[in-house]
């Protein structure tokens, strides 16, 4: 069964990266959601304005890979317990936020949560906001797929590719191969 989950978790360039890679995702955008400002630009998006969370958009096959997996790679990919910040990225634009599509997506992901928090694997508690799926905007065209055009830009080589590697590490049997014909 083919499904869409809108996930923020910071970075929209870092969550992309991530789960392009994944096997069973038919396709991810990067864009805008949960905000107030119909069609936002990255700028009044980036000035926190505007509501919106840096999102992607995950379109995958269940047959690929389950919800529970895609979530447990998106918890792995990001800090949930820091409210409104990633790293050096502060704002609620890169807040921690699942964006569920139907009921049966919000009632994975708070059990996600649960287990998470009864396994006790980070410090502090998850801030992860579990919230019905708004309007989504995609991002301009040069936001998409960034990391693979721009691997040598800085941001990307001191964040994207440790974090990609990272959960790479944990999650190897959920990646595709590399150089695969197939990336999403």
């Known amino acids: 069964m083919i499904q869409t989950i809108t996930l923020a978790g910071g970075c929209f360039w870092c969550l992309e990266a991530v789960f392009r890679q994944l096997r069973g995702v038919e396709s991810?955008?990067?864009g805008y959601t949960g905000g107030h400002l119909p069609h936002p630009a990255?700028?009044?998006v980036c000035g926190g304005d505007t509501g919106h969370a840096e999102a992607v958009r995950v379109v995958f096959d269940e047959a690929g890979i389950s919800l529970r997996d895609l979530l447990a790679?998106?918890?792995a990919s990001h800090d949930p317990t820091t409210p409104n910040r990633q790293g050096h990225d502060i704002g609620t634009q890169y807040r921690s936020a699942i964006f569920y599509h139907d009921a049966a997506q919000k009632a994975v992901a708070e059990q996600c949560i649960a287990g998470l928090e009864a396994a006790?694997?980070?410090p502090a508690r998850i801030v992860?906001?579990?919230v019905p799926a708004a309007e989504f905007y995609p991002a301009e065209a040069c936001h998409q797929d960034y990391y693979a055009?721009?691997?040598h830009q800085p941001y990307c080589q001191a964040v994207v590719a440790p974090k990609l590697a990272h959960v790479r590490r944990l999650f190897a049997d959920k990646f595709r191969a590399v150089g695969s014909a197939d990336a999403a």
């Open 42 to 44: 990255y700028r009044q």
């Open 120 to 122: 006790r694997i980070w």
């Open 73 to 75: 790679v998106f918890f």
């Open 149 to 151: 055009h721009n691997p």
């Open 128 to 130: 992860t906001q579990v």
């Open 28 to 30: 991810v955008v990067s």
